[in-house]
């Protein structure tokens, strides 16, 4: 008898076959609740949804495109609630050849539809409860909010006021305009969210050739050629006008979603690069740890460490504990550690005869910091987050084809990686702060059979997953991962999950199939882990609006595929994975 057949999972579900379908699937004795849509109103008396006649006043109000982070805090403020509570939701991007009649090009809306496109972006804010076996958003609660590009906010931090961040919007540097490219993000201890700013590039446009901060616009990715049609019609996303609009971007943003009225702020202290999220985590001493992956090719792992400490029951002294601390950047060694290295003005080569005069050209130009300290290059950091269960912080690399034989590196060790892995790092003793971690490989995602891959012997042949994204950890600690790019593979994007310690570590198991085109993202449990929220993000992507390769969720001709947040629990209401 072969042992490793007998290793089993302690998640119980009967895993996905992997084909793709045009429908979302859960295992047996599941069931998946299709709880907000792109365009539904989100305010009692809103507009009903029609996807040809929409206009930006009615999309101010409705839920927007391409949800991804969800976060779900309980209500009341402080409670464990696992039946009440607020959504908090990512709009990340918008797909307009999904979303107009005659699918036009990203670049060729008009300014009426650009002004729709707009109000699609940000975050929605929403309060829901669970009654009678059904989740339902409350319509009139006084929670529900929009959070748009056009939303008034501040720069807090180092790079508050700072003269590279004046524009025409901004004459002080620290009021500014909204969040967009919001990707992934966490819920912090005291009851905000972290959103984080990603590809913010791609709104930006025009000549900066010219411009004094040609080399730091560059270094970030911003290209004169339009990627999206806002530049065509305002001069703030203009980079020949105004180069410095883009330094309002790229950050973590604090929003209180107790507080409707509450402004959001921009973190500059946790550093401006192409954030997928943040996580934050509360250090033996109090200190507030923050990680955070810049998601492009050969790009860092950071982590920020308040100054001050968490105080469970001052939640007032908590909620600008982001804006004092010291950034670091990743080196990781080939002998199993992991160095973290400072963004500290001043320290090492952070200095003017590099072009950093203060914290705030550290924080605005991160990435060249991190270059100059030798910072580890690597596959796509994706979420980064910490398993309360065991304290250990784990890495969803994403891909990085380009990667040659000559650029790999431990932690970043095939070359044309197009699968992915996920790395495991361990701070000694638990302490978070120190300055160097063990790390280890934990996955090498590919194909079973590839043998550049590392799955547990005892994985089926079906349960194997590519390009990992976004993850979330039940309170027993094991891990649920999402991937972006396994249709690339032939296979349906989804969820697996596996244990994280024992003879089943790292044991993988589908459990959940999405719909075509689409991707799963910002896996979300309640604190009962009875209830599992997921994003699907842009479904039939990569097809049109009249001819769309799936219409999920409505499955109506006279309906677009919408993006929407699913919740998925056992018909037993019995614990997810159980
Ligand atoms: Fe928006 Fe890094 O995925
Ligand atoms: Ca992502
Ligand atoms: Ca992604
Ligand atoms: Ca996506």
Redesign the pocket.
């Known amino acids: 008898p072969n042992q490793t057949q007998a290793v089993q999972s302690s998640l119980t579900f009967s895993e996905q076959s992997h084909q793709m379908t045009p429908n979302l699937e859960v295992p047996a004795g599941y069931q998946a609740q299709v709880l907000l849509k792109w365009g539904e109103p989100l305010f009692s008396n809103g507009p009903a949804f029609d996807p040809a006649a929409q206009t930006a006043e009615k999309q101010q109000q409705q839920f927007g495109f391409n949800n991804?982070f969800i976060g779900f805090l309980s209500l009341p403020l402080g409670s464990t609630n696992s039946n009440h509570g607020l959504l908090v939701v990512n709009h990340?991007?918008t797909v307009p050849e999904i979303m107009w009649p005659g699918s036009p090009a990203d670049t060729a809306l008009d300014k009426a539809q650009t002004d729709t496109d707009i109000a699609a972006h940000g975050l929605s804010v929403v309060e829901i409860n669970y009654q009678n076996g059904q989740w339902q958003q409350k319509k009139n609660s006084v929670y529900t909010r929009r959070i748009t590009p056009l939303t008034p906010m501040t720069i807090n931090g180092p790079a508050a006021g700072s003269d590279r961040l004046k524009t025409a919007i901004s004459k002080d540097g620290v009021h500014t305009l909204g969040t967009y490219?919001n990707?992934?993000g966490g819920v912090t201890p005291w009851g905000t969210v972290l959103t984080?700013e990603?590809?913010i590039d791609s709104m930006f446009a025009g000549d900066f050739s010219q411009s004094k901060e040609q080399a730091s616009l560059t270094r970030f990715g911003m290209e004169e050629k339009a990627q999206k049609s806002w530049a065509k019609h305002y001069p703030r996303w203009d980079l020949a006008q105004e180069p410095n609009e883009s330094f309002h971007m790229g950050w973590i943003v604090e929003i209180d979603p107790y507080d409707p009225t509450s402004v959001p702020k921009k973190r500059t202290a946790l550093g401006r690069f192409?954030h997928?999220?943040a996580n934050v985590y509360i250090n033996q001493d109090g200190r507030v740890v923050a990680y955070m992956?810049d998601?492009q090719k050969f790009e860092y792992l950071y982590k920020f460490i308040s100054t001050n400490r968490y105080q469970a029951d001052n939640r007032a002294a908590n909620l600008d504990l982001l804006d004092q601390g010291t950034l670091y950047c990743a080196r990781f060694d080939a002998d199993g550690t992991v160095d973290w290295l400072p963004l500290v003005f001043g320290q090492g080569p952070l200095t003017a005869a590099n072009g950093f005069h203060s914290q705030a050209d550290v924080v605005i130009d991160v990435r060249k910091a991190a270059d100059l300290l030798g910072a580890t290059p690597m596959d796509?950091p994706?979420d980064v987050e910490v398993n309360p269960a065991n304290g250990a912080v784990y890495v969803m690399l994403?891909k990085n084809a380009d990667r040659t034989a000559e650029q790999r590196n431990p932690a970043n060790p095939r070359a044309e990686n197009k699968a992915g892995q996920i790395v495991e790092l361990v701070p000694p003793k638990g302490d978070h702060s120190s300055s160097s971690f063990a790390w280890d490989m934990f996955l090498l995602a590919g194909r079973r059979d590839d043998p550049s891959t590392s799955y547990h012997p005892a994985t089926a042949v079906n349960s194997w997953l590519a390009c990992p994204?976004?993850c979330a950890f039940d309170s027993k600690g094991r891990l649920w991962v999402t991937s972006?790019g396994a249709e690339d593979f032939d296979i349906a994007e989804g969820v697996w999950a596996c244990d994280v310690s024992g003879a089943s570590r790292a044991l993988m198991k589908r459990f959940l199939r999405a719909p075509l085109g689409s991707e799963i993202?910002g896996p979300f449990f309640t604190p009962d882990d009875k209830h599992f929220f997921c994003s699907v993000q842009h479904p039939a992507q990569g097809s049109s609006f009249e001819a769309p390769s799936t219409r999920w969720p409505d499955f109506d001709t006279k309906m677009p595929p919408r993006p929407a947040v699913v919740v998925i629990n056992r018909k037993d209401g019995q614990v997810v994975g159980s």
Do not use: I, S
């Open positions: 991804d990340e991007y490219g990707c992934a984080g990603e590809n192409k997928e999220g992956g998601d796509r994706e994403t994204d976004n972006d993202c």
